[in-house]
């Protein structure tokens, strides 16, 4: 499963070795899910990272070589109406690239999109591991 991790997730799972957004990391390789995120994503990760303690960064660069990027995609042949210009792109290019987008944010995002874009799920990572512990397919 293509998984698309927004700025949010990666910093909150720079940020904490607990919580849903890190174990995304750990549980991706023997779920087969593939974590990927875009160059937009990343320069937003590398500016917030001085908001956080230093060890946040070393998290950082272990994490990265984890994700694949792809690239940013910034229009649509379909209706797009979403009025924070700056998240646009993240949403697009999940949409593009990825099956499921994952994302903390949840005023930007869920809140005025709901729990779908396009057919898109737009879940937290614990809601996203919830529905696959759920539906019996989170190898533990």
């Given at each position: 499963?293509?998984?698309?991790?927004?700025t949010s997730v990666l910093l909150a799972a720079c940020g904490s070795a607990r919580g849903s957004s890190r174990a995304l990391f750990g549980y991706a390789p023997a779920q087969g899910w593939t974590l990927m995120a875009s160059p937009w994503v990343v320069a937003e990760v590398v500016r917030n990272l001085a908001k956080f303690p230093p060890a946040a960064t070393h998290?950082?660069?272990?994490?990265?070589?984890?994700l694949v990027l792809m690239d940013d995609v910034v229009s649509l042949n379909q209706i797009v109406v979403f009025p924070v210009a700056k998240d646009r792109p993240v949403l697009l290019t999940a949409l593009a690239?990825?099956?499921v987008?994952?994302?903390l944010d949840?005023?930007?995002?869920?809140?005025?999109?709901?729990s779908?874009?396009?057919g898109l799920p737009l879940l937290e990572p614990a809601e996203f591991l919830e529905s696959e512990r759920h539906?019996?397919?989170l190898k533990e």
């Amino acid at each position: 499963m293509k998984l698309f991790l927004d700025t949010s997730v990666l910093l909150a799972a720079c940020g904490s070795a607990r919580g849903s957004s890190r174990a995304l990391f750990g549980y991706a390789p023997a779920q087969g899910w593939t974590l990927m995120a875009s160059p937009w994503v990343v320069a937003e990760v590398v500016r917030n990272l001085a908001k956080f303690p230093p060890a946040a960064t070393h998290e950082w660069l272990r994490l990265r070589p984890h994700l694949v990027l792809m690239d940013d995609v910034v229009s649509l042949n379909q209706i797009v109406v979403f009025p924070v210009a700056k998240d646009r792109p993240v949403l697009l290019t999940a949409l593009a690239w990825s099956q499921v987008r994952l994302t903390l944010d949840r005023e930007d995002f869920t809140g005025l999109l709901g729990s779908h874009f396009y057919g898109l799920p737009l879940l937290e990572p614990a809601e996203f591991l919830e529905s696959e512990r759920h539906a019996g397919r989170l190898k533990e």
